[in-house]
């Protein structure tokens, strides 16, 4: 699918990833419509060209009126790009941890973005081609020890992304897993661990996306999904940095 005149939504593209990949869109002359929480961030994306909707995928009443914006304001939606997350790292086991970071992480990283998939699948349906592209984690592969959570959400929605595919798989519609590495993101700051440049992971995948691959990825990613699967006790030691 050529990423060239077609009107993408991004959530989560007020920053890190999507904000990039929406610029990147952008300069291909793309409509790209940036919806987020951050109505600030969201006014000045909007005075570089993007278009913007204001809402929280933790809010059920907000992903529905989101919906209804972008039925009405541009229906001629290609491109769904589930990319929002918020991820805190604490030992689920030995913590006091306050419930709404769990229910948040839920609610954003899967129900909210699940929701939003089923409302606009109708629109994305008439286009002569579409495609949805789930960003989900190695972290959905094999669970890191302080962010049970946040794993537990990206295999979900790497779940999510194999039965969606296979469901769409006589539409126009095509259902990718994008799993980025750690990335050099407002998310990871702090951690002292080799991080990839977010610029050089969108120029990575851009060309993936157009050839529609179903998992766009990287090459140390890809051989992570492999160790994850065959070898996990060695998986679980990476992450644990052992």
């Not at 989900?136 to 537990?152: E, R």
């Not at 050099?184 to 661990?193: I, K, V, W, Y």
């Amino acid at each position: 699918m050529q990423l060239t005149n077609q009107t993408i939504l991004i959530t989560g593209g007020t920053s890190g990833i999507g904000y990039e990949l929406g610029q990147s869109l952008l300069a291909k002359n793309n409509k790209i419509i940036l919806l987020g929480r951050n109505r600030q961030k969201l006014e000045q994306a909007a005075a570089l060209g993007f278009e913007t909707i204001v809402c929280d995928l933790g809010r059920i009443e907000e992903v529905e009126a989101a919906a209804v914006r972008i039925q009405n304001d541009f229906p001629d939606i290609s491109v769904l790009f589930n990319n929002a997350g918020v991820q805190y790292n604490y030992l689920f086991t030995e913590e006091v941890v306050a419930p709404q970071k769990i229910h948040q992480e839920i609610q954003i990283n899967i129900s909210g973005q699940i929701l939003l998939t089923q409302l606009l699948l109708p629109l994305l349906s008439t286009a002569e081609k579409a495609m949805v592209v789930n960003t989900t984690s190695g972290l959905g592969a094999f669970p890191k020890a302080d962010g049970l959570v946040y794993s537990a959400t990206k295999a979900a929605m790497r779940n999510f992304t194999v039965g969606l595919r296979y469901a769409l798989r006589d539409t126009a519609v095509r259902v990718l897993e994008f799993i980025p590495p750690v990335t050099d993101t407002g998310m990871t700051s702090g951690r002292e661990t080799k991080k990839m440049p977010v610029s050089q992971l969108i120029s990575s995948i851009l060309p993936q996306l157009e050839k529609e691959r179903k998992i766009v990825t990287v090459p140390a990613m890809r051989m992570f999904l492999w160790i994850a699967f065959l070898f996990p006790g060695l998986a679980n030691r990476i992450l644990a940095g052992k």
